[in-house]
């Protein structure tokens, strides 16, 4: 996946009502290993496991949205499944694109 300098890996945790917020290094590096699975495409989730930042694995099983946005904006939306079967949203996009929903949605 090549990520444009103007997209910025987010993302939003439901059960902490937040909005979206900038991702960690081992959730975009987890999206990234994702994308570059065969099964991405695909409606089947798929385990990725890769370093976390502050020591041991981030594990999770990641899906693409089925009905992903597509424009400008947007470059991928998808969701993970944390150690606690909770989803995530995951999303690349432009920073002014996220910060304009987080006020929608505040």
Same mark, same amino acid.
């Given at each position: &996946?090549?990520?444009?300098? #103007? +997209?910025?890996? @987010?993302?939003?945790? %439901? ?7 900038? !991702?960690?290094?081992? *959730?975009?590096? !987890?999206?990234?290993? $994702?994308? *570059?699975?065969?099964?991405? =495409?695909?409606? =089947?989730?798929? @385990?990725?496991?890769? /370093? *976390?930042? #502050?020591?041991?694995? +981030? #594990? !999770? @099983? $990641? ?13 991928? &939306?998808?969701? %993970? ?13 432009? /920073?002014?694109?996220? !910060? ?7």
């Amino acid at each position: &996946m090549n990520i444009d300098n #103007d +997209f910025v890996c @987010y993302i939003r945790r %439901y059960y902490e009502n937040n909005g979206w917020i900038r !991702a960690r290094t081992h *959730h975009k590096e !987890a999206l990234k290993s $994702f994308l *570059h699975t065969p099964l991405c =495409n695909t409606n =089947n989730s798929v @385990y990725v496991s890769v /370093p *976390h930042e #502050d020591g041991g694995n +981030f #594990d !999770a @099983y $990641f899906s693409v949205y089925e009905n992903q946005i597509k424009n400008e904006n947007i470059q991928i &939306m998808a969701k %993970y499944t944390d150690d606690y079967g909770r989803y995530v949203d995951i999303i690349i996009a432009k /920073p002014s694109y996220v !910060a304009y929903w987080n006020r929608l949605t505040s």
